[in-house]
C-alpha cells in the first residue's frame, strides 16, 4: 500500500501493537524499486517532546519496532538516561516514553531505499508524515529532537516550509544512534542526549508542567547542533 496515510484517528490513538510497515513496488521509477513505510508515531496528548528518525532500517522494519537493530544506543542510552532497563518489554518502553512526555516519530512516511542507510534514500521520492496535523492535536509539543543529520535535513527541506508557525518550537540535531555514526564515542552521544532530555522527570514521576526543554536554541529559526560525523 505505497499511499497509505496516516488518519487523524490514527495520530490520536497510537498504541505499541498499532505498528505496522507496509512494503510496495513504485512503478513511477521505471522499474521495480522497493518503496518502504514507517511506523505510527508513539505519543499521547500530553507530549511535550518529540524525538524524531528518518526512516526505520531494515531490523526495525521486520520487527514492527523502533530502534530495533541490537546495536543501535537509542534503547540503552534512553535508559540510561531516564531510568529503565533497555532488556525490558518493547511496550513497558515505550510507556516509559510515554511518561515522561517523549514522543516518537520519523519524518518520512515513506520512501525507496535499498540498504539501511539513509545515505541510499532515493530524494524524489520521499514522502514526509503529516507534521501539521499531528502538531495539531499535540499542542503540548514544544521541542523536537532529530536523532542525526539527516531527519533534520529531510524535516528543513520537506516538512518546514510548510508548517504554519502557530507556535515556537526548539529544534536540536542530536547525534545519531545508528551504529552506522560510530566516529563519535558514546560517552559523547549521551551526553548531547543528556541536555536535551534533563528537563524531564524520572520514569514512575509525573512531568513538571514548567518544566521546558533543557536545550536553548542558539541559531536562527531555532535550531541548535551538536557535532555529528557520519
Not at 515513506?110 to 492535536?137: H, W, Y
Not at 509539543?141 to 502557530?166: M, Y
Not at 566516529?183 to 521546558?212: E, F, M, T, V
Amino acid at each position: 500500500m505505497p499511499g497509505r496515510g496516516v488518519s487523524d484517528r490514527e495520530i490520536r490513538n497510537q498504541g505499541p501493537r498499532t505498528l505496522v510497515v507496509f512494503f510496495g513496488l513504485d512503478r513511477e521509477r521505471g522499474g521495480l524499486t522497493m518503496r518502504i513505510h514507517s511506523f505510527g508515531p508513539i505519543s499521547n496528548p500530553a507530549s511535550r517532546l518529540l524525538i524524531l528518525g528518518s526512516m526505520p532500517g531494515k531490523a526495525s522494519l521486520r520487527a514492527g519496532q523502533y530502534y530495533a537493530h541490537p546495536q543501535n544506543a537509542f534503547w540503552k542510552m534512553l535508559g540510561e538516561l531516564l531510568g529503565f532497563d533497555q532488556a525490558t518489554p518493547y511496550e513497558a518502553r515505550i510507556a516509559c516514553l510515554r511518561e515522561r512526555g517523549i514522543a516518537l516519530w520519523d519524518v518520512l512516511r515513506s520512501c525507496v531505499r535499498e540498504t539501511s542507510l539513509d545515505s541510499d534514500i532515493d530524494e524524489a521520492s520521499i514522502i514526509v508524515n503529516p507534521f501539521e496535523q499531528f502538531l495539531e492535536v499535540h499542542p503540548a509539543i514544544q521541542t523536537i529532537c532529530f536523532n542525526g543529520a539527516k531527519a533534520e535535513a529531510s524535516w528543513r527541506r520537506h516538512v518546514l516550509p510548510k508548517l504554519l508557525p502557530a507556535r515556537p518550537i526548539a529544534y536540536h540535531r542530536l547525534p545519531s544512534t545508528s551504529p552506522a555514526n560510530a566516529s563519535i564515542r558514546y560517552a559523547d552521544k549521551i551526553d548531547a542526549w543528556k541536555r536535551a532530555l534533563d528537563a524531564l522527570p524520572a520514569c514512575g514521576r509525573k512531568a513538571d508542567p514548567r518544566s521546558g526543554a533543557a536545550c536553548a536554541a542558539s541559531e536562527p529559526g531555532g535550531f541548535t547542533h551538536q557535532e555529528e560525523r557520519t
